[in-house]
T-cell receptor, first 113, second 114 residues
Framework: SQTIHQWPATLVQPVGSPLSLECTVE??????LYWYRQAAGRGLQLLFYSVGIGQISSEVPQNLSASRPQDRQFILSSKKLLLSDSGFYLC????????????FGPGTRLTVT | AQSVTQLGSHVSVSEGALVLLRCNYSSSVPPYLFWYVQYPNQGLQLLLKYTTGATLVKGINGFEAEFKKSETSFHLTKPSAHMSDAAEYFC????????????FGTGTKLQVIP
């Protein structure tokens, strides 16, 4: 069966520090991968999605970036964190094809101080 | 483009009462529709989905939803609320035609009163 992992589970970082969040998927090949941010009371905001290695689509211009160095690995990064980057970050995967639902990881709670 | 509107950011029901969470969508092409549930500090879990075929879909934990094209709605229901149903629920829409993105509603927090 397929599983999705995210780490770390929680993170507290000072403003201006770098960020690296990692997501890996097991048990499937060539998935679509997604990064979402969930801020209190604002639902899910799609940040990036990827349909293959090295293929990243950005939905929101900001100081975050994403990379997909391997088929089942998706990384969210920042060179300098802002206070507004605080939130709950969720990684998700789906099979190719519009009918397929997304499966979510456990999330990373990021607090920027 | 597509969008999702969830009416009511907070809904309270008594244990054993009917649960009704409302979702309306806007889509330029036939949509695929989903309901997810999120417990505190966890990821989202799929409850049910509509793609094609039967408009009444059944999901996990006794939930079901009906796709009504004429009303552009996909409301989530459960006949009898249980304390364990207390969570946040998200409606989502995805366009047909190979489009990869999903648009989520802003969520409805369900409180179950004993």
């Amino acid at each position: 069966s397929q599983t999705i992992h995210q780490w770390p589970a929680t993170l507290v970082q000072p403003v201006g520090s770098p960020l690296s969040l990692e997501c890996t998927v097991e048990g499937t090949s060539n998935p679509n991968l997604y990064w979402y941010r969930q801020a209190a009371g604002r639902g899910l905001q799609l940040l990036f999605y990827s349909v293959g290695i090295g293929q990243i689509s950005s939905e929101v211009p900001q100081n975050l970036s994403a990379s997909r160095p391997q088929d089942r690995q998706f990384i969210l990064s920042s060179k300098k964190l802002l206070l507004s980057d605080s939130g709950f970050y969720l990684c998700a995967w789906s099979l190719m094809g519009a009918t397929y639902e997304q499966y979510f990881g456990p999330g990373t709670r990021l607090t920027v101080t | 483009a597509q969008s999702v509107t969830q009416l009511g950011s907070h809904v309270s029901v008594s244990e054993g009462a009917l649960v009704l969470l409302r979702c309306n969508y806007s889509s330029s092409v036939p949509p695929y529709l989903f309901w997810y549930v999120q417990y505190p500090n966890q990821g989202l879990q799929l409850l049910l989905k509509y793609t094609t075929g039967a408009t009444l879909v059944k999901g996990i934990n006794g939930f079901e939803a009906e796709f009504k094209k004429s009303e552009t709605s996909f409301h989530l229901t459960k006949p009898s609320a249980h304390m364990s149903d207390a969570a946040e629920y998200f409606c989502a829409v995805r366009l047909s035609g190979g489009y990869q993105k999903v648009t989520f509603g802003t969520g409805t927090k369900l409180q179950v009163i004993p």
